[in-house]
């Protein structure tokens, strides 16, 4: 399976968002997209979902036909404070749903909050838990349908350094075993080169860059598109960190 945009245009009214976009995203592996603030990151996922029109092709395999299961974890998460945990992410099951719930289901669900560690959460109330929490239970949603597509719109922003390395450690060992295509927007840059293995680079809803994280985050393309200084390190295990210095003067 892979999933691959020509050409891929959109726009919100008569502003273009995203100019011809070309990539490629392969299953068993994490596709990362990074950009600034209004690059067009959330668009493209949004494109690739099927939620937004746009121009240009976006294929499945080849094929313009949407796989049946798609999991989708938007960045705005909007569900009724009411729902308790166990009726969100069983939301994620509507498409395996027949009249009435089944032990298939409740197992899938269970998996899925047994793997991001929320298991005890399944009881609670969305309006009870932290906005770390909630965004555990919306992955929790986006994985129990078993999708062969997965993406994630900033699926890390609201938790801590603990729970973002767990996150993308389970979407990665995931990505893996069940060979899913993962496209995944980030703004943590040395999440990206840590657990991506390939990233796409926008900047003014072009491309910038794509390839492999040592080509992609590079000094040069930071500055170009973040406007920042910017030094390369080396961690032991040959992991490569950019550390911000500076902006760049305007």
Known sequence: MSV??????????????LHGIDLLATSGRMLGIVGPNGSGKSTLIKALAGLLGHEGQILFGGSRDRPRSIGYMPQDLQTPQALTVLDVVLLGRLGELGLRVGND????VRQALRALDIEPLAGCYL????????QMV???????????VLLLDEPISALDVRHQ?????????????????????????QAAARFCDDIVLLYG?????????????????????FGVESELLACQDGTRVL????????
């Not at 289901?105 to 899938?108: E, F, G, M, S």
């Not at 919306?138 to 062969?148: G, I, N, W």
């Not at 990505?175 to 840059?189: G, M, P």
Request: net charge positive.
């Open 205 to 225: 809803g072009r491309v910038l860059a794509s390839g492999t994280p040592e080509q992609v985050l590079t000094v040069a393309h930071i500055a170009q598109a």
């Open 138 to 148: 919306f992955l929790a949603q986006a994985l129990v349908s078993q999708p062969s």
């Open 127 to 134: 309006g009870e838990l932290s906005g770390g929490q909630r």
């Open 165 to 189: 390395l767990d996150v993308l450690q389970v979407v990665r060992a995931m990505t893996r075993d069940r060979q899913l295509v993962t496209v995944v927007v980030l703004h943590d840059l």
């Open 243 to 250: 550390v911000p210095k500076r902006p760049l003067a305007s």
């Open 105 to 108: 289901d409740l197992d899938a």
């Open 4 to 17: 691959t945009t020509r050409a891929l245009t959109a726009r919100y009214g008569p502003r273009t968002v």
